[in-house]
């Protein structure tokens, strides 16, 4: 008899088990084996973190799952140098392509006015706003062999 376990802050070791486990299925079932995490964030000179960007390379696509760029620097153009070190750091690594999700009451203007393109939308998560989701081409895609 198999057993359900409620667990909303499951260690690293499980975490890591259930993402290294889907990984391998992905790859077995797609043959795409390179995953790359990627992370730029910013610092000050007093070494405080004032924002950052979290994501992942795999299957020829960027995928960003967090920027955050702290109020006092918003604004700055330091978003515009997170998203642009990520995407060249994708190219370098062969994505021919990005994509991301944002909310209503987020940056989806921000995203839009650098080339990122909705392509769906979620209404009501939250319940009054929508979830967009958004791509953006970044170079050639290449033919398959």
Known sequence: KLE???DPLPSDALSRFITESL???????????????????????SAEWLGGLLGNIWGGWLHVTHLWVAAPVRRHGNGTRLLRAAENYAVERGCFAATLETASFE???????L???VFAALEDYPPGHTKFYLRKQLAEKPTSR
Do not use: D
Request: net charge neutral; glycine share 14%.
């Open 4 to 6: 359900i376990v409620f």
């Open 23 to 45: 990984g391998s299925y992905n790859i077995a079932a797609t043959g795409q084996e390179s995953w790359y995490p990627v992370g730029y964030f910013l610092r000050s000179g």
């Open 107 to 113: 940056a989806r203007p921000f995203y839009e006015k």
């Open 115 to 117: 080339g990122y393109e």
